[in-house]
């Protein structure tokens, strides 16, 4: 059976979360063309969750100051790869008073030297203001994170009792250490064999906390907002990936941002 209880190597919340800051910090190459670096030592399919918010990072840059997104809409059209940088490039196709709009058409560099999009992204900017408010949906009836156990303790569990019937690739996804601490209510979907309605609840935050800057606040949600989606999906089938059963991509997304009597959410505060 493999050991998976050492941590000899593993980064501290500080700068797992350090690392994540710095992933979505886009450098500006030319007017409106930014490059997002690689996750460090990436060798996979790179993270959908990175790609939105680095676009979403790229987009922000080409807004005047005073003005923060509030909603965005993508399609993932290729997977990326997680070691090589990302080019965003901007069109900017509204600029007004109190709101503005940006394209973003993120690509990667081929072998022959062309690019090819893997996604595009439309977001839309405000100023902040007071309006009307209301909300539909009532906050649901469930366990504070406080009560809950973080899912990386479940998932060491898991991959113990596993053993060799668990793939490398498989157990480097489950015990990859990561700077969203994330608690589930429940049992995780990528265990479970009985179909249940696909709906899920988890409670997330960042590992550590962030500077006080809402852009960032909003990216990393943005970041965090692409796990648990294609698990969740999966449910009314009794099926995982995690088994081998199953192989998916994500191919769109859309978030909408709200700042309710003018707090922005915080990324590094606990969020359902």
């Known amino acids: 059976m493999t050991d998976t209880t050492d941590t000899t190597d593993t980064p501290t919340p500080e700068e797992l979360v350090a690392g994540l800051v710095r992933l979505l910090t886009v450098e500006k190459r030319a007017a409106d063309v930014w490059l997002g670096h690689p996750q460090k030592g990436g060798v996979?399919?790179?993270?959908?969750g990175q790609v939105l918010a680095q676009a979403l990072m790229a987009a922000q840059g080409s807004i005047p100051a005073g003005k923060v997104a509030h909603s965005l809409h993508a399609y993932f059209l290729r997977g990326g790869r997680e070691g090589s940088g990302i080019?965003?490039?901007?069109?900017?196709d509204f600029d007004g008073r109190s709101f503005a709009n940006?394209?973003?058409?993120?690509a990667q560099e081929d072998e022959d030297g062309s690019c090819t999009p893997i996604l595009n992204l439309t977001a839309s900017f405000q100023?902040?203001?007071e309006g009307l408010e209301h909300?539909?949906?009532?906050?649901?009836?469930?366990?504070?994170?406080?009560?809950?156990?973080?899912?990386?303790?479940?998932?060491?569990e898991l991959a113990e009792a596993m053993g060799d019937k668990l793939g490398e690739a498989q157990r480097?996804?489950?015990l990859r250490p990561r700077p969203i601490e994330m608690r589930t209510i429940g049992q995780l979907h990528w265990m479970s064999r009985e179909p249940r309605e696909p709906r899920a609840h988890t409670w997330f935050r960042t590992a550590a906390p962030l500077p006080d800057d809402p852009l960032l606040h909003r990216a990393v949600i943005t970041y965090a907002s692409d796990y648990t989606l294609l698990g969740t999906s999966a449910l009314p089938h009794g099926l995982s990936w995690m088994r081998g059963e199953l192989v998916g991509a994500s191919l769109d997304h859309a978030i909408w941002f709200h700042s309710p009597?003018?707090?922005y959410a915080r990324a590094d505060?606990?969020?359902l």
């Open 44 to 48: 996979g399919r790179v993270f959908g």
């Open 87 to 92: 080019e965003y490039r901007i069109a900017r």
């Open 102 to 106: 940006r394209r973003v058409v993120a």
């Open 127 to 129: 100023t902040p203001e």
């Open 135 to 156: 909300c539909d949906a009532p906050m649901p009836d469930v366990a504070g994170p406080e009560a809950l156990r973080p899912d990386i303790e479940t998932r060491r």
């Open 172 to 174: 480097a996804v489950m």
């Open 261 to 263: 009597k003018g707090r």
């Open 269 to 271: 505060e606990w969020l």
